[in-house]
């Protein structure tokens, strides 16, 4: 019997907000809750190009039911797999039943916040969005109510990691990782884009890493230490030029491969 651990998919992972995804309008619209995010033309060809070449895999912190959205707005691009949620729910094909339960009572859980709007259609995590006035919208008010969140939960025996996002807060059944979500997968991932500190974990496991100027700065600090691309442009040029470095990397390791 060979006891050999199966070789890893090698894949370009790819996040979504900030990275693929921003608020400039373009071509190509993905409607969300109350408004839309955007994804380049330019963009979506570089990303058809890719996926015939080499594995494409999405790593967000989006639930399925919202990048079916994109995906579908794709038609041209393979994607070989989808780690949403910030990791704890993993796809091979976005329409994929989940059979991954981790935790029986969010209902419960999100009956604790009786005044919070949840967000729907999340599976391992439960979420919650902000409708403030206009003016109270800063960075204060969502930081109290990220506070309110962990105090109710260690009233009532939880001690869940609740984490922010704009003006949504989320509560998983542990720290994100999105390594978690591409070993299910059994995904390696060779190349990485992101621009947020949800994608520390999988930029440090990744050969090449692809940040933009407005990403965090530990994730320019791996980027410089990896000998990778931090592009200086903003949005949609941005993602256009890290696509670009990502796909000149793939055709120099296929060539390398080919000898």
């Not at 949504?168 to 299910?184: Q, R, T």
Request: hydrophobic share 40%.
């Amino acid at each position: 019997m060979d006891n050999r651990p199966i070789k890893k998919l090698d894949a370009l992972v790819c996040d979504l907000d900030g990275t693929l995804l921003h608020s400039q309008k373009e071509a190509i619209a993905v409607e969300g809750r109350t408004r839309a995010s955007f994804i380049s033309q330019d963009a979506a060809l570089i990303l058809s190009d890719i996926s015939q070449i080499f594995p494409i895999v999405i790593a967000t912190g989006r639930n399925a039911a919202s990048v079916y959205k994109l995906v579908r707005k794709l038609p041209n691009v393979k994607f070989c797999g989808f780690v949403l949620e910030n990791g704890f729910v993993a796809k091979n094909k976005i329409d994929d039943e989940s059979t991954l339960k981790l935790v029986d009572d969010w209902d419960k859980i999100a009956s604790l916040f009786p005044e919070w709007e949840r967000l729907p259609f999340y599976e391992n995590c439960v979420g919650f969005v902000f409708n403030f006035d206009k003016s109270d919208i800063d960075r204060d008010a969502i930081d109290l109510k990220l506070k309110d969140a962990k105090s109710i939960l260690e009233q009532n025996g939880y001690n869940y990691p609740v984490y922010k996002e704009r003006r949504k807060i989320f509560i998983y059944p542990d720290h994100v990782d999105k390594m978690k979500g591409l070993a299910l997968l059994g995904i390696n991932p060779y190349i990485v884009m992101g621009d947020g500190t949800n994608d520390i974990q999988i930029m440090q496991q990744s050969t090449f890493a692809i940040t933009l100027n407005s990403g965090a700065s530990e994730l320019k600090e791996i980027v410089s230490k990896k000998d990778g691309f931090c592009s200086m442009q903003e949005e949609h040029n941005a993602a256009c030029e890290m696509l670009e470095f990502a796909y000149n990397k793939i055709k120099s390791l296929l060539e390398i491969q080919k000898l």
